[in-house]
């Protein structure tokens, strides 16, 4: 007699991850954060507060900003995601990566990954536009450096310049 739980067998995933296909055999309980860190090995996204009130793990599901720590890998079967590794196309620094380098908006960098992913989601959600504006849609992306003034400054130019 089997003591296998069949609600906890694992099953195949297939993500458009960073524009190609991959799979994984995932357990029911995994997260989208562990599978691209543990399984695909992008370790950009980082694990927080594993609570999504930090917003480091931040990713983009389909162009949506998706906190993957609370999202279970089998929900996003088909699912295109991109993370902080897929961003730049040909070696070149996606505007918002440029940005951030260029106005100093980050300090320790642990949570600029997310923020970046979010700052990209803000400008193509059309919520860039003022400094009180763009502090509110990235509300849920937190520094404990204080790089926000800089965080605001590289998003705002990103939206002039788009």
């Known amino acids: 007699m089997s003591t296998l739980d069949p609600a906890r067998t694992a099953r195949d995933v ?6 190609r296909a991959a799979t994984f055999s995932v357990e029911p309980e995994v997260t989208l954060l562990d599978l691209l860190r543990e399984r695909a090995g992008l370790t950009g996204s980082k694990k927080g ?8 793990c931040t990713v983009l599901v389909n162009g949506r900003r998706t906190l993957s720590c ?3 890998a089998l929900a996003h079967d088909g699912d295109a995601v991109t993370t902080i590794e897929g961003l730049a196309e040909n070696g070149v620094l996606h505007a918002m990566q440029s940005a951030f380098i260029e106005h100093d908006a ?7 990954p997310g923020q970046i992913l979010s700052a990209v989601a803000v400008v193509a959600e059309g919520r860039a536009h003022g400094d009180e504006a763009i502090r509110e849609a990235m509300s849920g992306n937190v520094c404990r450096c204080g790089a926000y003034p800089n965080i605001v400054a590289a998003i705002a130019a990103v939206q002039v310049a788009s």
């Open 14 to 19: 297939t993500l458009r991850l960073n524009g």
């Open 70 to 72: 609370l999202a279970l």
């Open 106 to 112: 980050f300090q320790c960098g642990y949570c600029t």
């Open 49 to 56: 507060c594993d609570r999504g009130q930090c917003g480091a």
